[in-house]
């Protein structure tokens, strides 16, 4: 009996790939209902600009980072790596339209002792203040929260919450401190400030030796920040759903969609939308935890409702193109602070992060995430989003002219919210899996991480296991 796969983006790919590199004789059926692999990572080529729709740029740092780099090796893209290195304005220059302006935030020491908009002081003495606010025993609570007890209201609304919607699109008030500040919450609960533990870590932690392939040393040594490949990142997945398409022992069974699961033990009975049911030995989802949800909630309601916890926001990512020059200061691009209650979430300056020969500038605005619901509707024509976009880059930007070329993408729940009680949630689900003995792997952004490099090295994990 084979074992199968449910999905077919970037996990479900990641998940095939190493089960495949691990044991190339080894049986997968890998099912995906749509007509393409790759998931929500597309990349369309426009002129010789590409058009992201999702994530455009990996961090070659940390062992997930390095973990991608051993991957884009393994498949012969060591080539198409396109670095943005960190002394370039895109690295450097990261901004905030805070107040009806956009401002620069610190991107250096000395930016720590001067004041600068919109801060009310110096960034040094909300630093301070962690070191002098009494310690405060917590299990879990949300990054705003935290961030505002250690550092103050400002650093709370001005840096995390807009960083917030940058990683996950989502609110601070509700997204655990774990989420990507789990060390950070660890260093207040043992040594009673973060920078307290930030010390002890510097002077007495031994660091984990990380594992680097020539690819991470080379990102090391040419002081990448983030970089991407020619042709977008869609040209990992497509080079990955080359790589495993050579296996004759995986059967792909595209627009074919799971209508149910029924686990016995030691097998698992799939029923598809066309009426036939497959027997497996294990099955690995890589869906969507709400996807999963529906598919065993006759079976097992409770783990249906477990995973129904996790909660997804929808994200329009509208790419636009222009003749003119409207970029007026180089960078990364700027994130909005929710506090500025207005319906983007930021820019990215595409151009400015990988220039074109055409010299056209290329941005992208975001939208919606936590606050979908309150300015968008998912009955919105591609026209009434558009028309938002452009109002909006008028305001922030003084934009005056009509894009030459754009195009409107609207990802429907695309992002997961780890909210405050993620990793409990999570460690619940694992737990029921295990205690009632279900042939099932869960991988993919739902639970581990919800970043490209977060997604590739927890699926190779989480197939590690399987027997
Ligand atoms: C669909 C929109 C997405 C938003 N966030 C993500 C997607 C796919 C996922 C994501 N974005 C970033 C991270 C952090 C870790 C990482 O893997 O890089 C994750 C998990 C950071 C990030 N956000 C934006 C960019 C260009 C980057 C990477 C580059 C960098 O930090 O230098 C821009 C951005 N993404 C979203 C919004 C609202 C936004 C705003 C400008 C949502």
Redesign the pocket.
Known sequence: MSKVILGGGLSGLSAAYYLLRKNPASCLTLIESSNRLGG?IKSNQIEDVIFE???????PRGEPGINTLELIDELGLSNKVNP?TLDSP??RN?MIYANGQLVSLPSGIKDLFVRNPPFSKPLIRHFIKDLVTAREVNKDESIYSFTKRRFGEEVADYLISPLI?????GDAKEISVNF?MKDLFEYEQKYGSIGRGMMYALLFKKKNALNHNALSLRARNEKW??YSLNGGLETLTKTLSDKIRQHKTLELKMNSQCKEIKFGNPSASITLDNGSIQNHEHVISSIPSYQLSNLIKNSHPELSSLLNNIKYVS?C?INLMFDENIIKKDG????VPPKEKIPI????FDSC?FPNKTNKNVV?V??G?KWFEEYFSHEMTEEELLTVATKYLKLTMNVKKDPVAYKVNL?KD??PQYKVGHNENVHKIEDYIKKNNIPLTICGCSYY??????VILSTRNMVQKIQ
């Open positions: 929500w729709e999702a994530a455009r740029t990996l961090r943005i895109a690295a990261r919607c940058g990683i996950c699109a990507i920040s983030v994200v990512v990364f691009g700027f994130l979430l930021g820019v990215i992060c992208t975001m939208m995430g990802l695309c992002i991480g919800v970043g490209v490099n977060d």
